[in-house]
Every structure is written in structure tokens, then in C-alpha cells.
């Protein structure tokens, strides 16, 4: 069981909005920045959304990242089929001194 | 633009050490302030965090993980390695390599990763 909760599946069809949540604690999301990463199927994975809200060079202006206490969320608006893939949160444990992840989302576009 | 690359055995015996080195290239390993990190995905299961060597190589380990796990770096080949002993089936996964830093604490980039099997 992962320390970070995610949903494992997550739909849309094209052009919608897209929201997946990432469920923390006070040693965790409480404390520390939330990361996003996007791993396309049989692909390492790529960092999405870094510090909660802020877009790598390169990821398009349709993925948004935000924080509010404990949780942290990642939405995607205008869907499109290529953003069919997993989406995994991360963010330090205080407590465990160590980096967790989410058990990923599983987004599937209809 | 820095580059990683996991290399090792495809299949190791259960109970015995699983061993994978990451080579870096585009840049050296022990420049600036980085993390060098392992993490593995069993096949369609998450992501796990393993482990972590800083550039000066101070190491912190998953705890689920820390009695089984050596990180080290080889400087002057510009790689860091990975020791899992004592391995079980539950260990077989992909396993990546992945930088980050102080300013800059997010995985980016990584490897390509490489499938490690534990059996007999």
C-alpha cells in the first residue's frame, strides 16, 4: 500500500477535463512540494509538474498542478489520445526520510 | 544534456545479490549537487524509490529496503551502482536510475531502465 493514495483509474474523452487526486499526510504533502510524473506505456517515466504547480520546458500549458494541505492535484484540460498513460505523484516523507510515490492513475482517454 | 544508462544482469538466482550499474554520460557524476537515485517498477505495479548516493557520497536508503541495499559511485567511470542482496522473487522489476538535486529535487532525468527477473 503506497503511502501517497491515488485513484488507479481516471477517464475522459477528448477535450474534457481532467482531474487526479494524490492524497498525503502531514510528513508528506503537508510538508513538501508535490512532483508529477507522465510514463507513456513501456517508457521511463517524465517528470510532468514540479514544487506542486510549476511546468517543466516542454509540457504543454493544458497540465496544471496544485496543493492544498495535505493533498496535491493534477488536472488536464483539452484531453487529448496522446495523454493516455499512467500518472504517478511524489514527494518526500519526512518521517521516512525517504521519497514515496503514488500508486499511479491509469488515465484512459475514450 | 546528461544521460543515463542501467546496465547488469537480466536474471539473477534467488537469494543472491542483484547487482546494476548506471553510467552517466553528457556530463561527470561528481559536478555540482546531485542525488543519483535507483527506483523500480515491478510489471504493472508503481514506482518504488530505493535508495539515493549524493555527489559527495553521503547515501540514504528506503527503509523498507536498507538492510539489503549499497549504493556506491565510481567516480572515474562516471557510474554508480546498485547491490540488492538476498534477493526473492518480489524483488524482479524494472529498475531505473535517476538524478536529481538540492534546487532542483525532482527525478530528471532518468534511464531507460532495465528489467531485472529473480529466478531460479
Known amino acids: 500500500q503506497s503511502v501517497l493514495t491515488q485513484p488507479p483509474s481516471a477517464s475522459g474523452t477528448p477535450g474534457q477535463r481532467v482531474t487526479i487526486s494524490c492524497s498525503g499526510s502531514?510528513?508528506?504533502?503537508?510538508?513538501?512540494?508535490a512532483y508529477w510524473y507522465q510514463q507513456l506505456p513501456g517508457t521511463a517515466p517524465k517528470l510532468l509538474m514540479y514544487?506542486?504547480?510549476q511546468r517543466p520546458s516542454g509540457v504543454p500549458d493544458r497540465f496544471s498542478g496544485s496543493k492544498s494541505g495535505t493533498s496535491a492535484s493534477l488536472a488536464i484540460s483539452g484531453l487529448r489520445s496522446e495523454d493516455e498513460a499512467d500518472y504517478y505523484c511524489?514527494?518526500?516523507?519526512?518521517?521516512?526520510?525517504?521519497?514515496?510515490f503514488g500508486g499511479g492513475t491509469k488515465l484512459t482517454v475514450l | 544534456q546528461v544521460q543515463l544508462q542501467e546496465s547488469g544482469p537480466g536474471l539473477v538466482k534467488p537469494s543472491q545479490t542483484l547487482s546494476l550499474t548506471c553510467t552517466v554520460s553528457g556530463g561527470s557524476i561528481s559536478s555540482g549537487s546531485y542525488y543519483w537515485s535507483w527506483i523500480r517498477q515491478p510489471a504493472g505495479k508503481g514506482l518504488e524509490w530505493i535508495g539515493r548516493i549524493y555527489t559527495s557520497g553521503s547515501t540514504n536508503y528506503n527503509p523498507s529496503l536498507k538492510s539489503r541495499v549499497t549504493i556506491s559511485v565510481d567516480t572515474s567511470k562516471n557510474q554508480f551502482s546498485l547491490k540488492l542482496t538476498s534477493v526473492t522473487a518480489a524483488d524482479t522489476a524494472v529498475y531505473y536510475c535517476?538524478?536529481?538535486?538540492?534546487?532542483?529535487?525532482?527525478?530528471?532525468?532518468w534511464g531507460q531502465g532495465t528489467l531485472v527477473t529473480v529466478s531460479s
Open positions: 535517476a538524478r536529481s538535486s538540492i534546487a532542483e529535487d525532482w527525478f530528471d532525468p
Open positions: 502531514s510528513s508528506t504533502i503537508g510538508r513538501n512540494y
Open positions: 511524489a514527494t518526500w516523507d519526512d518521517s521516512l526520510s525517504a521519497w514515496v
Open positions: 514544487k506542486s504547480n
